[in-house]
């Protein structure tokens, strides 16, 4: 494992925000979703496209709080451009189970 600094890990935006709007991605090559995170008022509304479809439907993901980094650039996937990176942990059968906040916090709370 490579070790980084601490100035590097405190580069990295990961930001709390509620999912406002979630729905089939049937373009893309692996199943995924187009999801649209408020990270509140700072920091505004971002698309993500993201492949938790085994374990989350969209109606599940809706008014739920969820991790993302917001400081990568932009990334085009097929017609979407994406804008924030969520982040989950994967099962051994490949599943992603998203990295939550276990208490409400307010948007666009930064990870310490």
Known sequence: MEEILWSDFAKVELRVGT???????PEAHKP???ITIDFGANLGVKKTSSQVTTLYTPT????????????FPPKQIGPFMSECL???????NGDVVLAIPDQPVPNGTKLC
């Not at 969520?86 to 051994?92: I, N, P, S, W």
């Open 19 to 25: 999912v406002i709007d979630a729905r089939e991605f």
């Open 32 to 34: 995924a979703y187009k």
């Open 86 to 92: 969520l982040v989950g942990l994967h099962r051994d």
């Open 60 to 71: 599940e993901l809706i008014g739920r709080q969820v991790l993302a980094v917001i400081n």
